[in-house]
Nanobody, 117 residues
Framework: QVQLVESGGGLVQAGGSLRLSCAAS????????YGWYRQAPGKQRELVAT???????NYADSVKGRFTISRDNAKNTVYLQMNNLKPEDTAVYYC???????????WGQGTQVTVSS
């Protein structure tokens, strides 16, 4: 089992920045893919960004150039730096970690990000 603890959400004005953190503990040796997803009210959960163990990253078009995903291997922590936030970024943000085949797949509890206009 893998436990995930998220932090860093909050309320920020449009144009501001936030950094989300997700610390993984437990049997994390199978984990190769780290990601952030978000779910706005009335909408489906969507991918924001992922980073693989080898370092390759993937971003949703809506956040490219504004968000940066990174990982601290020593701390088993993944981060999401969010800059130039927009009201449409308002959502609950979830951390997700998994093996490449997603047989081992874990979600965090979610952290609220609210961007005011």
């Amino acid at each position: 089992q893998v436990q995930l603890v998220e932090s860093g959400g909050g309320l920020v004005q449009a144009g501001g920045s936030l950094r989300l953190s997700c610390a993984a503990s437990g049997n994390a040796f199978r984990i190769n893919v780290y990601g952030w997803y978000r779910q706005a009210p009335g909408k489906q959960r969507e991918l924001v960004a992922t980073i693989r163990s080898a370092g390759s990253t993937n971003y949703a078009d809506s956040v490219k150039g504004r968000f940066t995903i990174s990982r601290d291997n020593a701390k088993n922590t993944v981060y999401l730096q969010m800059n130039n936030l927009k009201p449409e970024d308002t959502a609950v943000y979830y951390c997700r970690v998994s093996s490449y085949d997603y047989l081992h797949d874990y979600w965090g509890q979610g952290t609220q990000v609210t961007v005011s206009s």
